[in-house]
């Protein structure tokens, strides 16, 4: 694991979409840990925290060539290259403000679809996050996970309530992830506001940026992403009570 956090240009884009699930993981386990989402049985706080991981993920649904078009052949290739071609391209629709807001509405929306009384695109929604977060873990993923998450779900009625803000949160940590490194993203999309000076801040092309992580996949992203790894896993020993957390 180490050595995979700790590589350099050829993993570049895998360095970013790692460093988005831990980023999104750590979040929801920081708002479980303060009390702000009001979970405590383990096994709900572990596949809601997988999810969010997962979702973490979701933005990048407009690269076809991705991780995420990988995460459930051949569907999920199918449905990024249709996104892509929506959202005018990589880093543009889905990571803007109305890519946050159709991601929220979507997840506050899915517990609505009900068929004999069970909410299945929560669940579809959740089982496929689950599934990407294995896989971006380089654990058995694909439809292998994305099933056996589904099946927890069903079976367990308490994560369901939760669904929507594992979705939402996931999704927002991702876009000011890329919010936070060299490129950037156009916020503004689909206007594109072109800097009259261009800088760092603020770039010819549109995008916004607080380059605070630098290039993907430069030291300090890497830094970022042992830290946060670090945190997940303290919070989970801390769950074995072994030290109150």
């Known amino acids: 694991m180490l050595s995979f956090i700790f590589a350099f240009d050829e993993s570049e884009i895998k360095m970013m979409g790692y460093t988005h699930s831990l980023s999104a993981a750590a979040t929801w386990l920081a708002l479980v840990h303060h ?26 649904i407009d690269h076809r060539n991705g991780t995420i078009a990988r995460s459930i052949p051949p569907l999920s290739g199918w449905i990024c290259a249709v996104v892509q071609r929506l959202s005018g391209g990589h880093r543009q629709g889905t990571h803007s403000f109305i890519g946050v807001g159709i991601f929220w509405a979507l997840a506050l929306s899915s517990p609505h679809y009900l068929w004999w009384g069970v909410p299945w695109l929560s669940i579809i929604l959740v089982a496929y996050a689950g599934g990407l977060a294995l896989r971006t873990f380089g654990a058995p993923g694909g439809w292998l996970g994305a099933v056996a998450v589904a099946s927890f779900t069903y079976y367990s009625s308490q994560p369901i309530e939760f669904f929507p803000l594992v979705i939402g949160v996931g ?9 936070l490194t060299r490129r950037g993203v156009n916020l503004l999309w689909p206007l594109t506001i072109k800097a009259p000076i261009s800088s760092i801040f603020w770039k010819k092309s549109g995008n916004m940026a607080l380059p605070i992580l630098g290039a993907s996949g430069s030291r300090r992203e890497q830094f970022l992403a042992v830290a946060l790894m670090l945190y997940i896993v303290w919070v989970f020993i801390s769950l074995s009570g072994f030290f109150e957390w």
């Open 35 to 60: 009390g702000v989402v009001p979970i405590t049985d383990h096994p709900t706080i572990f596949v809601t925290t997988l999810a969010c991981a997962g979702a973490g993920m979701l933005p990048d």
């Open 171 to 179: 999704s927002s940590v991702h876009i000011l992830g890329d919010a």
